[in-house]
């Protein structure tokens, strides 16, 4: 039996996203992690701080929306389905001790978030009309003089916006609301394209407005409903984290049917998804990071760099834990016969009578719609980086229609080739990140200590 044309070219983009996040991405990610934390002299000491300035205003300096406001928005990115269905991918195929390595990737991967975030805001700039632009791609271009790499790295962000920022989340919501609610996915399509069409067509200001509101709401009711959760198993809470720990360094079998593989697969599994869920090396979110009233860069890095600590710290950490006390404490899930995280999700939160599915599908639809929304601006910045401001219109339009049959089509190869774009996208970011690296040491020396210090910075306006 022949190979026809198009399953010879899946079986190669598939090998091609195989072989992008495989060891080559995990070493480069996790690498620059732990080099730029050695660097900052371990800035994750300064959590507590950042947290506090995350919610004060600074509506006296440059920006166009609060650091709240940006870092929200870049939350609303990166919390997603990857959250939830991430985490349990981590355990099908890593084993529970995934968890540990996906929670200890979160907690070096806040230095990352701290230094790209850093060198967006210093060098970003400002439109003509008053918006502040900034990302990897002006770092490559204002600080190291590659605008042709910056332009690669926007290019890559555009069109994966369109597919992981975008099709992949509709899919995800269309599908959960038709297995538990039985509604038409064309019709979760139109709906969520209308309501994207109606923040995202305010800009920045409009999409911060919805995502200060949605991500509080949001990541509170989904931590509540792990608290209840755990609550019910709390006889299996401490055998879970012993599991867990355990696992991560060693194969072996637990109860409920859990198995652990090694320290190898369970490291290779939960820093991938860690890495793939909190996006610190990426450079989306430094993109709403720039946008942000801030003073100084130090003082919205530190703001960013909460983002990863909630993100993966926090709720990829609760969300471990339930599974794996939730499967320990029924073993009636067949954990053996699961390779699919959002099966395996859907199993051990449907195990609480009421409160499970109902977490599990707003949880889905809030994270994913919110995931829609942060995309959009990273999208925009970066078609506008390419092609101009009058680029603008197009991509939006194109990003609702996107939104619109996402539910209806199959996106098997539109979620690869945005896994690649994604990736890819890490490698011009992280190039910024590395020979950077004095000035964000510099920057840090200059503010850590003085957080309220003017910058003295003049930002440029640009003419395209």
């Avoid at 709906?191 to 919805?210: C, D, N, Q, Y």
Wanted: hydrophobic share 50%; aromatic share 10%; net charge neutral.
């Amino acid at each position: 039996m022949s190979i026809s044309p198009i399953d010879t070219i899946i079986h190669w983009i598939n090998w091609i996203d195989e072989a992008i996040w495989g060891w080559p991405m995990i070493i480069l990610l996790l690498g620059t992690h732990i080099f730029i934390t050695i660097r900052t002299g371990f800035i994750q000491r300064k959590i507590g701080t950042a947290i506090k300035l995350s919610v004060t205003k600074d509506t006296d300096s440059e920006g166009e929306v609060s650091q709240f406001g940006a870092l929200t928005t870049a939350l609303a990115s990166t919390i997603g389905t990857g959250n939830i269905i991430g985490v349990g991918t981590a355990i099908a195929l890593g084993g529970p001790g995934a968890v540990f390595w996906c929670w200890l990737t979160g907690v070096f991967g806040i230095a990352t978030k701290y230094a790209e975030s850093l060198i967006a805001v210093k060098y970003r700039v400002k439109t003509k009309d008053g918006r502040m632009q900034g990302g990897a791609m002006y770092a490559l271009e204002r600080g190291l003089n590659m605008r042709w790499l910056g332009i690669l790295f926007a290019f890559l962000g555009a069109f994966a916006s369109f597919g992981i920022g975008c099709a992949t989340q509709v899919n995800a919501i269309a599908t959960v609301c038709r297995e538990n609610m039985g509604i038409p996915t064309w019709t979760i399509g139109l709906v969520v394209a209308a309501l994207t069409a109606l923040v995202i067509f305010g800009g920045i200001k409009s999409i911060a407005r919805v995502c200060e509101k949605l991500v509080p709401f949001m990541a509170f009711f989904y931590v509540i409903g792990c608290v209840f959760i755990l609550g019910v198993n709390a006889d299996f809470i401490l055998p879970a984290l012993k599991t867990i720990i355990t696992l991560a360094f060693q194969p072996g079998a637990a109860a409920g049917g859990l198995v652990g593989g090694g320290i190898m697969l369970a490291l290779h599994y939960g820093v991938a998804r860690g890495l793939f869920s909190n996006e610190s090396g990426m450079g989306s979110a430094p993109i709403a990071a720039a946008a942000a009233q801030t003073r100084n860069p130090v003082r919205q890095a530190l703001v960013s760099s909460t983002g990863t600590f909630w993100d993966t710290v926090v709720v990829c950490a609760m969300t471990g834990i339930v599974l794996v006390s939730s499967i320990m404490k029924n073993p009636g899930i067949d954990v053996s016969a699961i390779d699919n995280g959002g099966v395996l999700t859907s199993l051990a939160f449907g195990q609480i009578p009421y409160l499970g599915p109902i977490i599990l599908v707003l949880g889905i639809v809030l994270f994913a719609y919110s995931t829609v929304l942060g995309w959009a601006y990273y999208g925009e910045r970066c078609i506008e980086y390419c092609f101009g401001k009058k680029a603008l219109v197009p991509y939006r339009i194109l990003y609702i229609a996107v939104a619109a049959v996402a539910p209806v089509v199959a996106l098997d190869l539109v979620w690869t080739i945005a896994d690649i774009l994604n990736a890819l996208m890490a490698v011009p970011n992280l190039v910024a990140v590395l020979l950077l690296s004095p000035v964000i040491v510099s920057e840090t020396k200059k503010y850590i200590h003085n957080l309220d210090a003017k910058n003295t910075d003049d930002i440029p306006t640009i003419d395209r």
